[in-house]
């Protein structure tokens, strides 16, 4: 819900209401994400929504409009960590994509962090996803937004 809703109503409904507000969003069928099993066993999670519904990202100074395509947005990514360093992030990636454009997406739009051989990044902040994982899925760079996150697009 943290791209949803203006930070301060995010904080006001963190933890269960959040967890309402978001249990509502899937009831409506709002697109929210795809999710990657290994038999019945949930193991990743992509978010990917059109970015109008995203209101802190259309707030968002950093992560500004590039221009007027209706664009929809991958804002966070999950996997496990024993499945992780296996390709799956391009997977749910790619995934999450084609799910978007059946929907009838024009183009996705991607906010990683640039990741650097000699620096590990904490797995809390790399639920943005990171660039390479954006690069094998066919994304291509438009736009560096700070010193560690770019804006990438596909379509």
């Given at each position: 819900?943290?791209?949803?809703?203006?930070?301060?109503?995010?904080?006001?409904?963190?933890?269960?209401?959040?967890?309402?507000?978001?249990?509502?969003?899937?009831?409506?069928?709002?697109?929210?994400?795809?999710?990657?099993?290994?038999?019945?066993?949930?193991?990743?999670?992509?978010?990917?929504?059109?970015?109008?519904?995203?209101?802190?990202?259309e707030n968002s100074?950093?992560?500004?409009?590039?221009?007027?395509?209706?664009?929809?947005?991958?804002?966070?990514?999950?996997?496990?960590?024993?499945?992780?360093?296996?390709?799956?992030?391009?997977?749910?990636?790619?995934?999450?994509?084609?799910?978007?454009?059946?929907?009838?997406?024009?183009?996705?739009?991607?906010?990683?962090?640039?990741?650097?051989?000699?620096?590990?990044?904490?797995?809390?902040?790399?639920?943005?996803?990171?660039?390479?994982?954006?690069?094998?899925?066919?994304?291509?760079?438009?736009?560096?937004?700070?010193?560690?996150?770019?804006?990438?697009?596909?379509?």
């Amino acid at each position: 819900m943290t791209w949803r809703l203006v930070s301060k109503e995010y904080e006001k409904s963190k933890g269960d209401r959040n967890r309402e507000l978001l249990y509502q969003l899937a009831k409506n069928k709002e697109p929210l994400g795809v999710i990657a099993f290994e038999d019945r066993n949930p193991i990743g999670w992509c978010s990917i929504s059109p970015r109008e519904k995203l209101i802190r990202l259309e707030n968002s100074r950093l992560f500004k409009r590039i221009d007027d395509t209706p664009v929809w947005s991958i804002t966070c990514m999950f996997i496990k960590k024993e499945y992780r360093k296996k390709g799956i992030s391009s997977l749910l990636i790619k995934e999450a994509s084609l799910y978007a454009f059946l929907k009838g997406a024009k183009a996705i739009e991607a906010y990683p962090l640039i990741s650097t051989k000699n620096k590990m990044i904490p797995d809390v902040f790399a639920y943005y996803g990171l660039v390479n994982a954006f690069k094998k899925a066919g994304f291509k760079k438009i736009k560096k937004a700070s010193e560690n996150r770019l804006i990438m697009r596909l379509g």
